[in-house]
Nanobody
Framework: QVQLVESGGGLVQAGGSLRLSCAAS????????MGWFRQAPGKEREFVATITWSVGRTYYADSVKGRFTISRDMAKNTVYLQMNSLKPEDTAVYYCAVSKGGGSPYDYWGQGTQVTVSS
């Protein structure tokens, strides 16, 4: 059973930085994709970034491109989201998720970590 545990959220001022971590366990992730999503109060969950586990190819939502960086440490089975130049509109619960790749849906989700950016 795949388990995902996020950490690293918190309160930060606008313009600041945070790094989120997602520790994954339960299987090998070769060929899989790992993603970050977020959900703000009263809004739908939205895609933030994704990385292919084996090759490390990355994709970003336009709203975070140039400010956020997704990466992975294969030895630690951990995915990171480095968030710089944070804005109040980045405030949300951030979720880590796993997909089997190739356009498959994200089947496994973490519990989420709160990120709050004050103005």
């Amino acid at each position: 059973q795949v388990q995902l545990v996020e950490s690293g959220g918190g309160l930060v001022q606008a313009g600041g930085s945070l790094r989120l971590s997602c520790a994954a366990s339960g299987r090998t992730f070769s060929g899989y994709a790992m993603g970050w999503f977020r959900q703000a109060p009263g809004k739908e969950r939205e895609f933030v970034a994704t990385i292919t586990w084996s090759v490390g190819r990355t994709y970003y939502a336009d709203s975070v491109k140039g400010r956020f960086t997704i990466s992975r440490d294969m030895a630690k089975n951990t995915v990171y989201l480095q968030m710089n130049s944070l804005k109040p509109e980045d405030t949300a619960v951030y979720y880590c998720a796993v997909s089997k790749g190739g356009g498959s849906p994200y089947d496994y989700w973490g519990q989420g970590t709160q990120v709050t950016v004050s103005s």
